[in-house]
């Protein structure tokens, strides 16, 4: 069982890019899908979450407004939309299947990451 990241790159401020989840194995439209990213000296922040059950989606509020998460089940793929890129999106960002979430002030807590994948270097720079 394995998922891939992929699309990530180098995008001047105010730019966007398209991040693929892919899965070889097995069928992503009967998980609940997570994204999220990892900067250099912070803590792992969960992004964006799509449900298997009814398409509901969930974001950081970091990104509401600025990222769409959104599934291709033709193309077994889940993608997340990145609008308006700033510097303090700069961060690996992986995707994960998701048991629960967990939605507070203080963001976007995934539990239950059963499989992830390697995730894809996002940098946002001029």
């Known amino acids: 069982v394995q998922l891939q990241a992929s699309g990530g790159g180098l995008v001047q401020p105010g730019g966007s890019l398209r991040l693929s989840c892919a899965a070889s194995d097995f069928t992503l439209d009967s998980y609940n899908i997570g994204w999220f990213r990892q900067a250099p000296g912070k803590e792992r922040e969960g992004v964006s979450y799509i449900s298997s059950s009814d398409g509901s989606t969930l974001y950081a509020d970091s990104v509401k407004g600025r990222f769409i998460i959104f599934r291709d089940n033709a193309k077994n793929t889940v993608y997340l939309q990145m609008n308006i890129l700033n510097s303090e999106d700069t961060a690996v960002y992986y995707c994960?299947?998701?048991?629960?979430?967990?939605?507070?002030?203080?963001?976007?807590?995934?539990?239950?990451?059963?499989?992830r994948g390697k995730g894809t270097q996002v940098t946002v720079s001029s």
């Open positions: 994960a299947t998701v048991r629960t979430v967990v939605h507070t002030w203080e963001g976007l807590k995934f539990y239950g990451m059963d499989y």
